[in-house]
Structure formats: structure tokens, C-alpha cells
């Protein structure tokens, strides 16, 4: 038997295939070797070599990497090690050669098999969403806040980060972050603490957070910042460390500086300093006060050094503990205070451990709603070719959604997974319909009766259409995705797969 | 012949009681807005939320705990301390634990650090927290977005039929639908995340779907009777609701020990599809029956 396709037919076919270019890749990924690069640590000499986040390792000193898991182990048996050794990563097309005593401070994973993209609640990371904690925001005052804190999020060395200003239903402005992979510990101090930084002498305020007052700031420099010393205390048995780095002030500031040093007596009990301490607040709470050496006294010097600390309960951790003030604060002092107090309205931070059983189940889920389906429409129609259309149409419908959701780089997250699952629902009514119709009234031509049909499914498009539109900004956009997902689905249907699901099923008829 | 018969005994039954028949839904319409009004006076609401619409702190523990043993222990430190767990389908095994509690992300991550005497990090653990201020007006907002969603729908449903009638028919079975789901999940007790809300608004597009199927079927063509149209029309109805609800049942016996957030969006539709059967082809297919034969005088027809 022959089979002409009609053009409604060629167009979801071409459809599907663009949908399964869009979702597998061309070539696919599959096939792949290697491991991916998330992300290279930007004071490494991998980074410095050329490595970069995106790139493809599949091979470590000519061993081949098909995994992950080859990936770790192979660093693993050569660092750390005594002396620097060299280290030969192959990418698809470059040879990288490094020397180092420590392991490339390179993250990744293996290559994804598909382009789909998961939410956060599939793939892990975390979500926050912000506002301000006694003022409502307006549009262009959240845009304020998302520079700030991107920029804030990035100089403190997160990437695969995402923020942006929401708003909802009601008019309100809220900042959403969003961070794949890793999250850190304190990024609920990062985004909500104002980070006001201001450096005193008495009551005058020398010099203020932000490139107004600070030109740079010494990082990832030894000669300049690092940690000094660590100690156990010995009545509590806690470690405490302290910090120090260097920042210069911009002329304005070293000039305010002077003019206010200038003033300042001797200290009495310790002759080398000035009479009064350069007091540094962080969001108004005194974190250190440091003497002002009396050489400083009037004179315009733009280097200031910088001290905190930091302890916990072994060295280890308070080391890390430490490190990590010293990061926060150097971040603060870069990018300024934030303008608004602010409130963590919401913050999830999902493992993604059980994402990878979760995606197993839904497509349990999937096939046992399809096999639902096929008993009762075999069980009603008793004729193979129009219940097998009709379920081939409602898979294309499934790889057509995702596909246009890898296509659009929209990130699947669980109200996406529903929206999908109501639109096969709808999908299958509407199918129903078309077959039910082509067989009534005998005496008009199927050209006919099809017509009538799509006069219904049109109208219950409608109606999904317009009952769905609320959603899109309800609850600031985080039930989004089934809104997103649904309105391609059902749109989909519309326009491609229920047009050519009619001509198969007037072939059939025919 | 045997059934044809009794299709026939069937037929002119309905036909002589199709109006008394309406009796039915109008009464249970009645007793569930008596019952919603009394629900909400003493409840001050429409449901009963659950966190993500009260605001609290969800942890959800990939480790096997034994959950009534917890609930003992810290049932006093945790406000509102609720568990539960979630199981692999296949092999039984169990995932994780999920505590739910009113109390802040950070309290609720120390008390149960100290508790399981380990640091909850993001391979051990998920943690997720919702302001109340925010699920308070994430719930006005899923509720403003239900009603516009009905608005709308209503709307496009008129311009659809262009008659008052048998528009009006249509809406009022997706708000009986809406309205008795709400009763019978109330009466379960069931506790509404915000994914529950988009059940309902899910119910709206599958309810509206077979009761414009009637009413074209019905109102636009005219060939054969009223009552041949009427049955036909419930073949097709029937059809659709009952795959939608059989995939739906099938998909919700696979998540269940899985997901609370899709089950919940799953128990919501299949209980509101069942309302949709009766309300489809009790409460609208008489009201419409009764107006197509009000119009062409009663007679006409057979």
C-alpha cells in the first residue's frame, strides 16, 4: 500500500523532526565522549591556560574520560602531589598542558544526553525570591537591585547564576535569583544583608562601601590579602583567625581621609597611633576597630588595610570560616551597599539527588497514562489504525512540546511537567472528537464533518487559552511553566498535530 | 435486542423525567454552597492550606528515618511538625523523609542538625522555605487567577453560543464541577498546596471540553433528534472524560508514593472529572434539553 501525505501531514512530520534535532542535538550528544566543564576557577592555572566552562574533556595524559566518574578518579591518583607535575587535558580539538601540585580547579559533569533543560526542584540549586522589607518597589528600582546583587553574586565567584525582577498579579516587584549546581552556605547572608560598609573616625565617615570611595581592592594577591594567623582559644577550645587585605581609596576619599586624620591628637597610652580608631560598620555593627599609625596624620595615602576574623570549632573550619568573611566583605567593599532592606520571602534550596528518580518516575507516570489510554480507545474503536494514529499523535505531541521547550531553553520544572500532562489530556479529548465526528452523519462528506469537529476544538482552545493567561503572572511567575508548557501544547495541537491528525484519520476513512 | 430495549425503556424514562432530574444536582449545589458558607465562617477560608499557602520551612531528608519517632522528639521544637515519607515505585525502597514545619528555614535546619547530629548540606538534604507574607499573597493571587480564569472562560463561551441559555448551562456546570470538587477535598480533609490550585484551574479547560461538545453537538446541527444528538454526543463525552480520568488515575497510582505535588494535582482531577460526568450529562444536558425543547415547542421533535 501506498501512502500520499498530505502537507498538513509533511508539516508534522518536519515538525517532529526539528523537535528531535532540538531536543537530541545535532550530532547527538549521545554519542559523545568526555566529560563537560560547569565551571573553572578563575585564579587557576587551568583557566589561565585556556580551559573554559562549556568545553568537553576526553582525555587526562592520554587516558580517555567516557565518565565522570574516570574524571575524578584519575585526579584523584595524581594530586595532591609534592611537587608541581604536569598534567596534559585533551579537549574535542586543543591539548591543554598544565603544571600544578594542586588538581585543575575544574567542575564537571557528564554531557547531558538531551538539550532539555530541568528546573530547579529536578536539578537541584536554589531559588530565592527577594523584596524589599518595608517599601514596595518599583520596576526600575527592583532593575537597581539586580544589577547590585548579580554583580555582587559574580564578584563573589558564583556562576550559573540567574537574577531577575518578577512581578505579579497584584503589582508587586520582587527580585527571583536563581542558582544552578552548588550553593553556597551563606547566600542567604549574600543577597538579604544590605552590605552597608562604612569606615569611622568618631562620627565622621571616612569612606563607604562601593566604587564611589573604593577604587580596588587587593584579592587572590598573598603580598596583599590573606589570612594571618590562627589560634586556639584556650578557655573556649575554639579557633579563631583573623584576615587582613588591602584596599585603595579613590583621591576624593584619601582626601576626606587626611582632612579628618588631620585633626586627631595622640594617643596617650600608645604614642605611635592617633588618638581615635578607624572603626569599620557593616550594616551599622562595628566589625573591627584599627589603630591609625600617627606617620598617617593629615597625609593623603590611598592604601588601607583591612582586618576581621573569624572562628569555629576546629582549624579547619575556622579557617574556611574565615575565608569566607574575608570574601564577603572584599565583595561588599567592590560592589557597595545595597539601597533597600531587604527580606527573603521565599529561598529553597533543592539537592539534586532525587531528581534523577523523580524524572524516572514521571516517566513511569507517562507511560502508565498512556496505557491507560490505549486499553480504553482499543477497547471503544476496536480498530487498530485509528487508535494507533491517534497515540502516535499524541506522542508526537509530547516530543513537539519538548522540543520547542529545548528550542526556547525553557528549564522543565514540576508545574511544566503538569502543564505537559494536561495537554495530552486535552490533546487526546480533542482526537476523540475528530474520530467520533468523521463517523456521524454519513450523509455529509468527511471533508464536512471534519470542519464541524474543528469548530468544537476551537472552541476549547479558546477557552484553555484564556483561562490559562491569569497564570502567567500569578504568584510571581513561579507556576510560569505549566502556563508556558500548556499554551505551546495546546497551541501545537491547533496548528499542527490536530489538522494532521484529521487528514490521516480521512485517509483511513477513505 | 435485549439492550436495545432497555436503551429505549431508558430513553423514554429520561425523557418524560429529564427536568425532575435536575432536582438532583440543584439540591447537591444547594447543600455544598451551605456547606462552603459554613466552612468558610468557621475556617475563614475556602480550604485548608498547606504550607506553601501559609508560609513555613518543607526539609526533605534523603535518609531512612523512622518518622513517629521524630514527630515525638521534636514535635514540641517544631511548630505545626508534620512527616512524611517517599517510596521508589518499583522497589519499594524508601527515598526520603519529608518535615514540614511553621518555623523558620534557619531554626528548623539548626534543631535538626542537632538532632540527627550532622550538618544539612545540599547532598544530604532539601530545604525549602516560604515567607507567609509571600504565600499570603501567592494564595490571594492563585485565587484572583481562578476567578479571571472563570471569567474569561465564560466570556469565550458566549461568543461561542451567542445564546443566553445554554451559555449560562455550560457555566454552571464548571462551577458546579469547581464547587463540588472543593466540597468533597474539604470533606477528605485535604490539606491545598498552591500545585492543588491549578488543579482546579485545570478542571475549569477539562469540564468546559465535553460540555461544549454537547452544546454544538446539540445547538448547531440539526440532522436526527434531539435525543439521538444527545446520545451521541454522550458516546464522544463519555470517551474523553473517561480516558482523561483512566490515565490520570494510572498516572497518580505511579506518583503517589513520589510526589505530593503532582499527586495532589492528580486526586483533584480525577474526584473533579467524576463530578464532570454527572454534571456534564445531568445538570447541563437537561437544562439544554429543556431549552432546545422549550424553543421548538415540546412534540416537535419526536
Redesign the interface.
Known amino acids: 500500500m501506498k501512502i500520499k501525505f498530505t502537507w498538513k501531514i509533511w508539516i508534522l512530520i518536519i515538525v517532529l523532526l526539528f523537535s528531535l534535532l532540538s531536543i537530541f542535538g545535532f550530532p547527538p550528544t549521545f554519542f559523545q565522549q568526555g566529560v563537560l566543564i560547569t565551571s573553572v576557577d578563575q585564579n587557576s592555572t587551568a583557566f589561565e591556560q585556556g580551559l573554559r566552562q562549556g568545553q568537553i574533556i576526553t582525555a587526562i595524559d592520554g587516558k580517555e574520560i567516557s565518565s565522570l566518574e574516570d574524571f575524578t578518579n584519575i585526579l584523584q591518583n595524581k594530586f595532591p602531589s609534592q611537587e608541581k607535575i604536569k598534567t596534559t587535558v585533551f579537549t574535542e580539538d586543543v591539548e591543554y598542558i598544565l603544571f600544578s601540585n594542586e588538581a585543575p580547579e575544574i567542575i564537571a559533569t557528564n554531557i547531558p544526553k538531551t538539550n532539555i533543560k530541568t528546573g530547579l526542584d529536578l536539578s ?1 540549586g536554589a531559588r530565592a ?1 527577594v523584596k524589599a522589607e518595608d517599601k514596595q518597589l518599583s520596576s526600575s528600582e527592583v532593575s537597581d537591585l539586580v544589577d547590585i546583587t548579580s554583580n555582587r553574586l559574580n564578584e563573589f565567584g558564583l556562576s550559573d547564576i540567574n537574577v531577575v525582577s518578577v512581578s ?3 503589582g ?1 516587584n520582587y527580585m527571583l535569583i536563581e542558582i544552578a549546581g ?2 553556597p552556605d551563606d547566600l ?1 547572608d549574600l543577597i538579604s544583608k544590605q552590605g552597608k560598609f562604612d569606615a569611622r573616625i568618631g562620627e565622621d565617615i571616612v569612606f563607604s562601601g562601593g566604587d564611589k570611595d573604593v577604587a580596588s581592592v587587593c584579592r587572590n594577591d598573598a603580598t596583599c590579602a590573606g589570612i594571618e594567623t590562627c589560634k586556639q582559644d584556650e578557655t573556649t577550645q575554639e579557633y579563631f583567625c583573623t584576615f587582613r587585605f588591602v584596599i585603595y581609596l579613590t583621591e576624593k576619599a584619601a582626601e576626606q581621609h587626611a582632612e579628618i586624620t588631620g585633626k586627631l591628637g595622640i594617643n596617650e597610652t600608645h604614642p605611635e597611633y592617633l588618638e581615635k580608631k578607624l572603626d569599620l560598620y557593616l550594616d551599622d555593627n562595628l566589625v573591627d576597630s584599627l589603630f591609625i599609625s600617627k606617620d598617617l596624620k593629615g597625609r593623603v595615602t590611598t592604601q588601607i588595610q583591612i582586618q576581621g576574623s573569624g572562628s569555629d570549632q576546629t582549624y579547619e573550619e575556622a579557617l574556611d570560616n574565615t575565608k569566607n568573611e574575608m570574601k564577603k566583605l572584599q565583595t561588599i567593599l567592590i560592589t557597595g551597599s545595597l539601597p533597600y532592606k531587604l ?12 531528581g534523577k ?2 524524572i524516572r ?2 516517566l ?3 507511560l ?6 490505549a ?3 482499543f477497547f ?1 474503536y476496536k480498530k487498530f489504525k485509528s487508535s494507533f494514529a491517534l497515540l502516535f499523535t499524541c506522542i508526537s505531541e509530547i516530543i513537539i512540546i519538548l522540543g520547542i521547550a529545548s528550542f526556547i531553553e525553557w528549564n522543565l520544572d ?2 511544566s ?2 502543564g505537559i ?2 495537554t ?3 490533546g ?3 482526537q ?2 475528530i474520530l ?2 468523521s463517523k ?2 454519513r ?1 455529509l462528506s468527511i471533508k464536512q464533518r471534519l470542519k ?1 469537529a474543528f ?2 476544538i476551537l ?2 482552545y ?3 487559552l ?6 502567567m ?4 511567575g ?2 510560569k511553566g ?1 502556563a508556558i508548557t500548556t499554551l505551546i501544547g495546546i497551541t501545537t495541537g491547533v496548528l499542527i498535530t490536530r489538522p494532521a491528525f484529521t487528514d490521516i484519520v480521512k485517509k483511513i476513512e477513505e | 435486542m435485549e439492550q436495545e430495549k432497555s436503551k429505549n425503556n431508558f430513553r423514554e424514562w429520561y425523557d418524560k423525567n429529564y427536568k425532575k432530574l435536575l432536582i438532583i444536582p440543584l439540591i447537591i449545589i444547594i447543600l455544598s454552597l451551605f456547606y462552603m458558607f459554613n466552612f468558610y465562617s468557621q475556617n475563614n477560608d475556602f480550604i485548608y492550606k498547606d504550607l506553601s499557602l501559609t508560609g513555613g520551612t518543607t526539609v ?1 531528608l ?1 535518609i531512612d528515618l523512622d518518622k513517629q519517632k521524630l514527630e515525638q522528639d521534636l514535635s514540641d521544637k517544631l511548630t505545626d511538625l508534620e512527616t512524611s515519607e517517599i517510596y ?2 518499583i522497589t519499594r525502597e524508601k ?2 523523609t519529608i518535615i514540614k514545619t511553621t518555623a523558620p ?2 531554626d528548623t535546619k539548626n534543631i535538626l542538625e542537632n538532632y540527627l547530629g550532622y550538618k544539612l548540606t ?10 507567609s ?2 504565600s499570603e ?2 494564595y ?3 485565587i ?3 476567578i ?3 471569567i ?2 465564560a ?3 458566549f461568543i ?1 453560543f451567542r445564546t443566553f441559555t445554554p451559555s449560562l448551562a455550560v457555566i454552571i456546570s464548571a462551577f458546579a464541577d469547581i464547587l463540588m470538587t472543593l466540597v468533597f477535598v474539604n470533606l477528605l480533609g485535604m490539606k491545598i498546596s ?2 492543588g490550585i ?1 488543579a482546579f ?2 478542571l ?3 469540564s ?3 460540555d ?2 454537547l452544546t ?1 453537538r446539540i445547538l ?2 440539526k ?2 433528534t434531539l435525543d439521538k444528538r444527545m446520545f ?1 454526543a454522550f ?2 463525552g463519555i ?2 472524560t ?3 480520568l ?6 497518580l ?3 503517589r508514593s ?2 505530593d ?2 499527586s495532589q ?1 492528580f486526586t483533584i482531577l480525577v474526584i473533579g472529572l467524576c463530578f464532570d460526568i454527572f454534571n456534564t450529562w445531568v445538570t447541563n444536558a437537561s437544562i439544554l434539553k429543556w431549552h432546545v425543547e422549550k424553543k421548538q415547542g415540546v412534540g416537535n421533535e419526536n
Do not use: H
Open positions: 537541584g525570591l505579579d498579579l497584584t508587586n552548588a550553593t542567604e527580606e527573603i520571602v521565599k529561598l529553597d534550596t533543592i539537592s539534586p539527588l532525587l528518580d523523580f518516575t514521571i513511569l507516570a507517562g502508565a497514562a498512556l496505557i491507560a489510554v486499553i480504553i480507545i471503544r514540576l508545574p511537567i503538569a500532562l494536561a495530552i489530556g486535552t487526546i479529548d480533542q476523540i472528537i467520533d465526528e456521524q452523519s450523509d464541524r469548530a468544537i472552541g476549547a479558546f477557552t484553555a484564556v483561562a490559562l493567561i491569569p497564570l503572572w500569578a504568584g510571581a513561579l507556576l505549566f | 526533605t534523603q521508589d515505585i527515598k526520603a528555614a534557619q545540599e547532598e544530604n538534604s532539601s530545604v525549602e522555605f516560604t515567607g507574607s509571600l499573597s501567592f490571594k493571587q492563585l484572583l487567577a481562578i479571571f480564569a472563570f474569561l472562560m466570556i469565550v463561551v461561542i498552591s500545585a491549578v484551574l485545570m475549569i479547560g477539562y468546559v471540553d465535553t461544549i461538545l454544538t448547531k446541527r440532522e436526527s451521541e458516546k464522544t470517551t474523553m473517561l480516558t482523561s483512566f490515565a490520570i488515575a494510572f498516572a497510582f505511579v506518583v513520589f510526589s505535588v503532582l494535582i
